[in-house]
């Protein structure tokens, strides 16, 4: 077993994964129409053959009317299916293991919407005061639950290892959870955050039932939101608990833990600058595994590095302590997987001076 905790195995749900890396999920914009290509496929297999533990794709648009807010974004229904076959079997000649992330954008408005295509959301908001698109009725509401089940259906099917579903940073399930976003007064709105989480309960259920009891569902979830970076959903230990307990209930086996930057403690003023971060108080409350994401291996923080900021490779040493210490189970790595797929194994081997830095030309190309 290594003395490093990062390329230690990890069991989950009937898998091994062979250590502790995730790639996390970032949108590329690579699948013209929708349709992912021999492109996709390549690169996802070079992150498998570059030892990645667990691979999970870009956001993949599920069968409803603006689930996506780019028409490059891959589809997850009819033939895009062809592609992510030809995906996952490229993964699986590395050994690699993947997971589709399956998302709605709900109400966010995108200059690149395909024409004709209205949004939907909880309420017609996507922010406090901003209006797009219209409130879903019950009947958009049943659909939307029935096209993530679908889509995780399909995933099993198709080989597939887990699924995961986005939950977080602001899109259709987390509008459900935001009051801001969320001012319904039927069974799918509320005055506190549990009553809110309704429809991720039913979702979870719903996906639950389509891949049976032994296939692993993640969940990714922020407090943050791109409308509000300093938004929390539960200010509280008690209030997270209450928030989390019923989404593992209905299905949910990991909490993908989504912060800017992840060596941040989530509630300071309880445990102090170095207390536990979101995936480390949601294990604790929940018992379940969680992954640890936000900037991790580079020295800027994601959200500036979309926005242009360049960074560089940085000390991953926190993270092995708090890894180290069972804080979290797994880590999300996101942009420094985009510009070297062999990002794992350099980090494996110590070959630190041979990492790449990021920077937002990266994201022009499939490397």
């Not at 929708?34 to 053959?49: I, L, M, S």
């Not at 791109?226 to 008690?238: E, G, V």
Request: glycine share 12%; aromatic share 8%; proline share 7%.
């Amino acid at each position: 077993m290594s003395s490093n905790p990062l390329f230690r195995p990890f069991p989950l749900k009937g898998l091994t994964l062979p250590n502790r890396i995730v790639m996390a999920p970032m949108t590329r914009s690579f699948s013209p129409a929708g349709q992912p290509g021999a492109n996709v496929a390549e690169y996802y297999r070079k992150r498998a053959a570059g030892g990645v533990g667990l691979i999970i794709t870009e956001g993949t648009a599920v069968e409803r009317t603006g689930a996506a807010n780019d028409p490059n974004v891959p589809h997850f229904f009819g033939s895009a299916l062809d592609g992510w076959g030809q995906v996952v079997k490229s993964v699986h000649s590395e050994s690699g293991l993947i997971a589709p992330q399956l998302w709605h954008v709900g109400g966010l408005p995108n200059r690149r919407t395909p024409k004709g295509e209205e949004a939907e959301s909880p309420s017609g908001v996507y922010m406090p005061g901003k209006t797009n698109g219209r409130a879903m009725s019950d009947e958009d509401v049943a659909d939307a639950v029935a096209a993530f089940a679908r889509a995780a259906g399909d995933a099993k099917r198709l080989g597939f290892d887990a699924v995961e579903l986005h939950g977080a940073h602001g899109y259709l399930i987390d509008q459900f959870f935001w009051g801001a976003t969320n001012a319904r007064d039927d069974r799918w709105g509320g005055d506190t955050l549990p009553l809110r989480a309704r429809f991720a309960v039913e979702l979870l259920k719903a996906v639950r039932a389509a891949v049976g009891p032994d296939f692993p569902v993640i969940i990714r979830l922020s407090q943050w939101k791109q409308q509000d970076f300093a938004f929390r959903l539960a200010p509280s230990p008690d209030e997270l608990a209450a928030w989390l307990g019923p989404l593992a209930d209905a299905g949910a086996d990991v909490f993908h833990c989504s912060q800017r930057r992840f060596w941040e403690p989530e509630f300071p003023e309880l445990d102090g600058p170095e207390g536990l971060n979101f995936a480390g108080w949601a294990k604790k409350l929940t018992g379940k595994p969680t992954i640890t994401v936000g900037s991790v291996g580079l020295t800027g923080e994601f959200v500036a590095g979309m926005g242009g900021e360049s960074s560089k490779p940085a000390s991953l040493d926190g993270l092995l302590d708090r890894l180290e210490r069972d804080e979290f189970d797994l880590v999300g790595v996101g942009r420094a997987l985009i510009v070297d797929p062999d990002w794992a194994l350099k980090v494996r081997d110590g070959r630190h001076g041979e990492l790449t830095d990021y920077t937002t030309e990266s994201l022009m190309t499939l490397v």
